[in-house]
């Protein structure tokens, strides 16, 4: 089962521009995690969110949380040609259960 | 080492064989996952493993038997698979069951059955 939903499906943008990725989600969780995903290779781990977290910053990374409205926020400053990939959101399958469930993902590509 | 090492790296196999993917971590990761991924689709959840132990199977075909050897190494056996079957499988490992850690991936297996 399909816990979160990414928006948009695909982006495109230039190098140097900010890219945003947004994640809705179903039921409450415990925490949240995105992850990053190179030409349908592994995923790497990106930055994970706690449920009483809102904002969490690492690196070029910023991720917000609103557990009131079921959704996160995956911001990606200053991108870089690098940084195109596959982001996935993922969250546990409801509470207190252990299976982590990746959202739909956004396809990023950023042009030098 | 702070790698998840999966082989094969790329694997063809008809539907009467039987193969087996290999996936190996040396973090003292104590829980240890199976994802299979179709084209431009996000990872679908297989099997958990738990302290050497099988805690959720996801409705899995019998046709995928996961083993947990030693809390290193975690087998997939593939066994009379379909051509539908074909996908990226994945492995992950993370500090223990739960989700209150990030997952460690490996670079996947692809598979291609004819």
């Known amino acids: 089962s399909q816990q979160g939903e990414e928006d948009p499906q695909a982006l495109s943008i230039q190098e140097g521009e900010n890219a945003t990725m947004n994640c809705s989600y179903k039921t409450s969780i415990n925490n949240l995690q995105w992850y990053r995903q190179n030409s349908g290779r592994g995923l790497v781990h990106l930055i994970l969110i706690r449920s009483n977290e809102r904002e969490k910053h690492s690196g070029r990374l910023r991720v917000t949380l609103d557990t009131s409205k079921k959704s996160s926020s995956l911001l990606i400053t200053a991108s870089r040609a690098a940084d195109t990939a596959s982001y996935f959101c993922?969250?546990?399958?409801?509470?207190?259960?252990?299976?982590?469930?990746f959202g739909t993902g956004t396809r990023l590509q950023v042009f030098p | 080492d702070t790698e998840v090492t999966q082989t094969p790296k790329h694997l063809v196999m008809g539907m009467t064989n039987k193969k087996s993917l290999k996936c190996e971590q040396h973090m003292g990761h104590r829980a240890m996952y199976w994802y299979k991924q179709k084209a431009k689709k996000p990872p679908e959840l297989m099997f958990v493993?738990?302290?050497?132990?099988?805690?959720i199977n996801e409705s899995v075909p019998s046709r995928f038997s996961p083993e947990c050897p030693n809390s290193s190494l975690l087998n997939l056996h593939l066994h009379a698979l379909q051509p539908e079957d074909s996908a990226l499988y994945l492995c992950a490992s993370s500090q223990a069951q739960g989700l209150v850690y990030g997952y460690t991936f490996g670079s996947g297996t692809r598979l291609t059955v004819v």
């Open positions: 993922a969250t546990d399958a409801g509470y207190n259960t252990d299976k982590l469930i």
């Open positions: 493993y738990s302290y050497e132990k099988l805690s």
